[in-house]
């Protein structure tokens, strides 16, 4: 298994358990409602009329997934505010990956190469972000690191599907 962990906060964000697709520079990670709360024991008796009426305890609640997995904190954005933090963040990221490809046995001309690739596919992901500001929901990792990654919730085209979009650059994979 591996554990998708933010290089700039080390929040643990999401694992490879929810099939991350690489599209573009960012990873899109998938969720869906799930319940949490409940214990439920089965003794193999059939419920009586009654406790069918008790369906749902009152202890039991709906959570997204990922959110719930990553212990993921929602923040708040207005698209000024947006556009000032993903100009820090990427300075700070361009640092890492520059360190990273310093660290690299490969040429110059490849270094350069790669470089141009993450700064032209974080570019054309702001750029949708920007342009679709109101479709998306922010969320930090558990520390609420201001400096950290913020992933982005939007919806697939069904308007019912939720999925997160997280810079592959800014993370770093770990294996458990």
Request: aromatic share 10%; net charge negative.
């Amino acid at each position: 298994m591996q554990i998708f962990i933010d290089k700039v906060s080390g929040d643990e964000l999401f694992s490879d358990a929810f099939k991350p697709k690489l599209v573009g520079a960012a990873y899109e990670v998938d969720c869906k409602m799930i319940t949490i709360g409940v214990d439920e024991i089965n003794t193999g008796a059939n419920a009586s009329a009654e406790d069918a009426a008790e369906q749902l305890d009152d202890s039991a609640k709906q959570v997204n997934d990922v959110i719930h997995s990553g212990r993921l904190r929602q923040t708040n954005f207005s698209k000024k505010t947006y556009g000032t933090y993903i100009k820090g963040y990427l300075k700070t990221l361009i640092k890492i990956v520059d360190e990273e490809l310093q660290k690299e046995d490969i040429t110059e001309e490849e270094k350069a190469k790669r470089m141009k690739a993450f700064k032209d596919g974080a570019q054309a992901l702001v750029k949708q972000v920007l342009a679709n500001f109101k479709d998306y929901e922010f969320y930090t990792g558990e520390s609420c690191d201001p400096e950290g990654m913020v992933a982005l919730l939007n919806y697939r085209e069904d308007g019912v599907t939720p999925y997160f979009t997280f810079l592959k650059d800014g993370l770093k994979e770990t294996k458990v």
